[in-house]
């Protein structure tokens, strides 16, 4: 009896501190301190780009030292890994958007966040244009305004290779609204083809789902799409959901090239189960209203009716960086992106800018991992640098002032801080969700890499994104979005 009494009480104080815990995290991250308003006298940063890169660096610089502005036309920070399930309602949009306002109201100073696109960075003013380009704006037009330092993460555009009917016909995912266009567009073609009395190659056409690349994106959504179909369009639906296809384009001669063959064998073989059309060597060379054409290995077209089209087939540079880009024209030859040296400076403006993340032509993976590493160290780089100048500062000082003692003292220290270390990516895995409960994941395992599959790693890939989720509200928001669906299934309306 007196052992059960101990285990009960256990457990009331573990409730009793993690629900103490909760509160006090919770009172905390929705009751910012005061901040010191920017400074003039200050060195000016601008970050252009609420993303991966910036978010990070913004997270680690102190800003006690610098006066920020961020300028983005997305007010939030968005948790990408995620974004496949917002497809399809398994989990909602809102629940994996951090507001950069809230990201940067915790930091010693004021920091300002304008919802706005930059147009132009002029290399030689140093200077920055934006406007807001959003529906609803002021009469200000485009702004310029001047830097000392710029932080320069606008990520990438997504790729359409050159052919207009995929901006035209086609959804991306890559942002927010991406998402929720493609969800609309699922449950909009789902309506229509329950609509008695029309051909029923008509009815094939509308449930038919055309997804171009098979990187991690393009998998993903196939596979979210699938687990839709049969948990709750096979519900709501039964007339339709087993005529429901998806077919997965992939130019190169396997799907996931990041990951070992193994696994790649295992998602194709657990994809032919799901019933989701895998056609590798295929390339897209066409979109209109109603088909997808793909030339097929044998250079024969075919042409695919469709009522959704995904295009998920990688990422191009944006306009602004391509315009950076002529404006350096001897140090920026690369076409994947812009090129740094390894300390993130971009090559020709070294003094001045840095560039982050996906709008970079580095060695590593164009992955939310490296950007965030990437963001990480800047962060820290901008506080190192802060120091150096302080202690300058101080050397000046004490000589001026005739304290020759401290002179020693401080050039001592200001050279152990000059020793500002490049660089260094670090390779934590990759994981992929494929459907049905399983997840793949390639993990660095002493000097190689193990490769496991399955509904552990499933199990593992939902825990690693759960507490790589940025706040703690995203994570009560994805946990609640996580149960709703496993008790109520998913929504099945459209806005
Ligand atoms: P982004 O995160 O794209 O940020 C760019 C920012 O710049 C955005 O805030 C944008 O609004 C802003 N911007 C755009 N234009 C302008 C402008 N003109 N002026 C100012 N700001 C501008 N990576 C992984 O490691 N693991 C994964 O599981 C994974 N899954 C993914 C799933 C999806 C669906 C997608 C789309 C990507 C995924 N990625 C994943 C890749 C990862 O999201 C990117 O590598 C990462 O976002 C790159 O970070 P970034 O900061 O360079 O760019």
């Not at 639906?237 to 799907?255: C, D, F, H, M, Q």
């Not at 300390?343 to 580095?362: N, P, Q, S, V, Y």
């Not at 759960?466 to 994570?475: D, E, M, P, T, V």
Request: hydrophobic share 40%; aromatic share 10%.
């Amino acid at each position: 009896r007196g052992f059960f009494t101990r285990v009960k009480r256990g457990i009331y104080a573990t409730t009793a501190l993690s629900l103490g815990a909760f509160g006090y995290y919770a009172y905390e991250a929705n009751n910012p301190p005061d901040q010191l308003p920017q400074d003039p006298k200050l060195k000016t940063i601008v970050v252009l780009g609420s993303g991966w890169a910036a978010t990070s660096m913004l997270q680690n610089i102190d800003t006690r030292n610098y006066n920020v502005i961020v300028i983005s036309p997305a007010d939030y920070f968005l948790f990408t890994p995620l974004l496949p399930s917002v497809t399809v309602g398994t989990i909602n949009g809102r629940s994996i958007a951090q507001p950069t306002r809230q990201t940067v109201r915790f930091g010693a100073r004021e920091v300002q966040c304008l919802e706005a696109e930059a147009t132009h960075v002029d290399v030689k003013a140093k200077t920055v244009t934006f406007e807001d380009k959003s529906e609803i704006h002021g009469s200000l037009g485009t702004v310029t305004i001047p830097f000392d330092y710029l932080v320069y993460s606008v990520g990438t555009a997504p790729q359409t290779f050159g052919i207009d009917g995929v901006r035209k016909h086609g959804c991306f995912l890559k942002e927010l609204r991406d998402a929720e266009k493609i969800r609309n567009r699922l449950m909009d073609c789902v309506e229509s083809a329950c609509i008695t009395g029309q051909p029923q190659s008509e009815v094939d056409r509308l449930l038919h789902t055309v997804v171009v690349g098979g990187g991690p994106t393009g998998v993903e959504f196939a596979a979210e799409l699938r687990d839709f179909v049969v948990e709750d369009l096979s519900k709501w639906y039964p007339e339709i959901a087993n005529r429901v296809k998806v077919t997965l384009v992939e130019g190169l001669p396997s799907i996931l090239p990041m990951f070992s063959k193994k696994l790649v064998e295992y998602t194709e073989h657990e994809f032919s189960q799901q019933e989701i059309s895998v056609l590798t060597k295929h390339m897209l060379k066409d979109v209109d209203e109603t088909h997808v054409t793909v030339q097929k290995p044998d250079g024969t077209m075919d042409k695919m009716p469709y009522g959704l089209f995904v295009m998920a087939a990688g990422n191009g540079q944006r306009e602004i960086t391509r315009d950076l880009m002529a404006q350096l024209p001897e140090s920026q030859k690369n076409r994947r992106g812009l090129e740094v040296d390894d300390h993130m400076r971009l090559k020709g403006m070294e003094e001045t800018i840095f560039a982050l993340g996906d709008c970079t032509a580095t060695p590593y993976a164009a992955t939310a991992q490296s950007a965030s590493q990437q963001g990480k160290w800047l962060g820290k780089r901008f506080n190192q640098m802060a120091r150096i100048d302080d202690l300058n500062e101080a050397v000046a000082l004490a000589q001026k002032e005739g304290r020759w003692d401290e002179v020693p003292t401080y050039q001592k220290m200001l050279k152990k801080a000059e020793k500002l270390k490049p660089f260094h990516y670090s390779h934590a895995g990759a994981l992929a969700y494929i459907g049905g409960d399983k997840a793949i994941a390639d993990l660095p395992f002493m000097n190689g890499e193990v490769s496991i599959g399955g509904v552990a790693t499933f199990v593992a890939w939902r825990g690693v994104y759960f507490s790589k989720l940025f706040s703690l509200r995203n994570r009560v928001q994805v946990g609640a979005d996580w149960l709703h669906v496993k008790v109520f299934g998913r929504c099945v309306t459209r806005e």
